[in-house]
């Protein structure tokens, strides 16, 4: 077991103050402004958490990260449900369109239909899918209480995927940094296998 000398301990508890509110408005932004790699995100920072090993460091991780996530998508959706039902739309719904091709707005519109929420909880864990489902529910019109039930399991289950691709990658090397690379590759690794699945699968057909 690691523990924290008392010269490391400041040092530790100072990156800790700067860094989870920092990973609070990284984590909103990119909820909001899905451009931003969130997961990756989320892994560095349990790599972080992992080495510092200080008390409830990977739970504080976890609450920041979730609250973070589920606040964004619940601010999209409402910002998505007011263009919807505003004559001149908005921007906010044109860029929810923007990033839901076609073809998988379809897709989650008919799994919405047949599984509801569970669609909901799934979408954060599969790369890309969270906002043509977001988009599939706004046109169902769920109401906005109904989409907030569904997403809180549903970023909790991300944040917990994407916080064990970090100790993951902390565990397996000695220095920080190294885990920290080891986890974006991780994460980008799994963000871009169902893409390059889908890729194969149409070259073999």
């Known amino acids: 077991m690691t523990y924290l000398s008392v010269s490391t301990a400041p040092t530790a508890l100072t990156h800790q103050a700067l860094g989870y509110p920092s990973l609070f408005l990284l ?17 560095s920072a349990a790599v972080v958490a992992w080495h510092q090993a200080l008390p409830f460091s990977l739970l504080l991780v976890f609450v920041v990260a979730a609250l973070a996530a589920f606040l964004g998508d619940v601010a999209l959706y409402w910002l998505g449900r007011r263009g919807l039902h505003s004559k001149n739309g908005s921007r906010w719904l044109e860029a929810i369109r923007d990033r839901a091709p076609e073809e998988r707005l379809e897709q989650a519109q008919g799994k919405l239909t047949e599984h509801g929420v569970a669609v909901l909880v799934l979408s954060r864990l599969v790369p890309a899918g969270r906002i043509p ?8 019109e769920w109401p906005l209480r109904r989409f907030a039930r569904g997403d809180v399991p549903a970023c909790l289950a991300w944040v917990v995927t994407y916080q064990l691709i970090g100790i993951l990658g902390g565990s397996l090397f000695k220095e920080p940094w190294e885990g920290v690379v080891a986890a974006v590759l991780l994460t980008v690794a799994v963000s871009a296998a169902p893409s390059v699945w889908r890729k194969v699968r149409r070259l073999a057909a």
Request: net charge neutral; charged share 0%; with cysteine.
């Open 133 to 140: 489902v977001m988009l599939a529910c706004l046109l169902a």
């Open 27 to 43: 984590v909103l932004i990119g909820a909001l402004v899905p451009v931003v790699p969130t997961g990756a995100l989320v892994s």
